[in-house]
């Protein structure tokens, strides 16, 4: 079974708004990471939250992490067209496993 | 420097065949993973390599699923007498040794059985 959930499964918003993504998840984890994959591509690494960290930011992403409720949310602030993309939370499974929720479907429109 | 390469790209083939998928990972990457994905859906974890040993083989489907790794570097997924089902997407990605480090990924292999 996916340990992560994202919500919505699609989105689809005017460039320049903002994006947010969620992510639910079950178990416990050390880590949570985005990724972001465009179509026909294999996914890349946007950001990882250890468990100790609320809050994250990388250029335009801000990913904030609330253990207690077992989720996480992705934002994209000024969003793009190239940001047209799936977005995929993972969290590890265990070990060195990640487990990857269904993805929610981004899209931009100029 | 060259990321994860996976080859084919694409490979069609007729139900129970076997084929063989194969990935190059990134140079100095320890660990090395296999994922399927099936259309507009999350990834499925299959298997991983840490050096050569493959300490979780949990998601590997069936006994029709095997997968080797050599030198520590280049992975073979095999998959016999293959079935409609096995269509999807397979997705290779490499890492560093430690659990909290990001994954790379290939462009993956779609596969499709006719």
């Known amino acids: 079974s996916q340990q992560g959930e994202e919500d919505p499964q699609a989105l689809s918003i005017q460039e320049g708004e903002n994006a947010t993504m969620n992510c639910s998840y079950k178990?416990?984890?050390?880590?949570l990471q985005w990724y972001r994959q465009n179509s026909g591509r294999g996914l890349v690494h946007l950001i990882l939250?250890?468990?100790?960290?609320r809050e994250k930011h990388s250029g335009r992403l801000r990913v904030t992490l609330d253990t207690s409720k077992k989720s996480s949310s992705l934002l994209i602030t000024a969003s793009r067209a190239a940001d047209t993309a799936s977005y995929f939370c993972?969290?590890?499974?265990?070990?060195?496993?990640?487990?990857f929720g269904q993805g929610t479907r981004l899209t931009i429109n100029p | 420097g060259a990321g994860v390469s996976q080859s084919p790209s694409n490979k069609v083939t007729e139900k129970g065949k076997d084929v063989e998928l194969r990935c190059d990972p990134i140079?100095?990457?320890?660990?090395l993973y296999w994922y399927r994905q099936s259309l507009g859906q999350g990834l499925e974890f299959l298997i991983y390599?840490?050096?050569?040993?493959?300490?979780?083989k949990s998601g590997l489907p069936s006994d029709r699923f095997s997968a080797e790794r050599t030198g520590g570097s280049v992975s073979t997924l095999t998959i016999q007498r293959t079935q409609q089902e096995d269509s999807a997407v397979y997705l290779c990605?490499?890492?560093?040794?430690?659990?909290?480090?990001?994954?790379?990924f290939g462009d993956g292999t779609r596969l499709s059985i006719l």
């Open positions: 990605a490499s890492s560093f040794q430690y659990s909290n480090q990001p994954q790379h």
């Open positions: 178990t416990s984890i050390n880590n």
């Open positions: 939250i250890r468990s100790n960290e």
């Open positions: 993972a969290t590890d499974g265990g070990a060195q496993k990640l487990v």
């Open positions: 140079s100095g990457h320890t660990a």
């Open positions: 390599f840490q050096g050569n040993s493959a300490p979780d």
